[in-house]
């Protein structure tokens, strides 16, 4: 069964400072992963994902994520974070059938002013 | 604003109660998804339709159902509520139904019982 592990559930930065955000997945074949972000009162928004091709992927408001298949990770960096960054962060792997993405217990992002 | 909408944002209702939540999907996505969000399970699938059929369950109880209509929007329905089952429901949209069709997420439907 695939499974997704994200091991910090709170971190904390200063405004500006770099962030990265681990992500482990467990996957039998080529995993389609994403990142999700949810900020207070809001849905699910998609920053980024990861089908196939470069390991490294560029996503919206500066995010980037690299998947690197034998470490089973997915790690989501940005180098320079604002204070709207601040929200609840979500990892996801997605079926073979696409139907069921499966969600990370979230990491939440608190910045420092 | 992702396009997807859900209707209500807040719910209250009592213990042994039955609900109905309802999602419109983007326009033009055949797929709907709804996922619950808890403290203690996380963010789990329920279930999904497309095109008006039931393509894929997951960790859905017996007590909550689901349908798709002609016009494509979505109802969830939960009943003999209990107090567990106060949680954050959404749902998303896609196109299709194959894995490289992104969901999108509307903004949820927050369920208390009391």
């Known amino acids: 069964a695939q499974s997704v592990t994200q091991p910090d559930i709170h971190i904390t930065v200063s405004e500006g400072a770099s962030l990265e955000l681990r992500c482990n997945y467990s996957?039998?074949?080529?995993?389609?992963l994403f990142w999700y972000v949810q900020s207070p009162g809001q849905g699910l928004q998609l920053l980024l994902k990861?089908?196939?091709?470069?390991?490294l992927v560029q996503g919206i408001k500066g995010f980037e994520a690299e998947f690197k298949r034998s470490q089973s990770s997915f790690n989501l960096r940005k180098p320079s974070v604002h204070w709207s960054d601040a929200a609840e962060y979500f990892c996801a792997v997605i079926n073979n059938a696409g139907n069921m993405l499966t969600f990370g217990g979230g990491t939440r992002l608190m910045v420092k002013p | 604003d992702s396009g997807v909408t859900q209707t209500p944002k807040h719910l209250i209702t009592a213990t042994g109660q039955r609900v109905t939540l309802r999602c419109s999907p983007r326009s033009g996505d055949l797929s709907v998804y709804w996922y619950q969000q808890s403290l203690d399970q996380g963010l789990q699938f329920l279930i999904q339709y497309y095109n008006g059929e039931e393509r894929a369950k997951g960790n859905i109880l017996e007590r909550f159902s689901a349908q798709q209509f002609p016009d494509l929007h979505s109802e969830l329905n939960l009943s003999s509520l209990e107090l567990g089952d106060s949680a954050l429901y959404f749902c998303?949209?896609?196109?299709?139904?194959?894995?490289?069709?992104?969901?999108?997420f509307g903004a949820g439907t927050r369920l208390s019982v009391l």
């Open positions: 998303a949209s896609s196109v299709g139904h194959r894995s490289e069709n992104i969901q999108y």
């Open positions: 990861y089908f196939s091709g470069d390991t």
């Open positions: 996957y039998g074949a080529t995993p389609y």
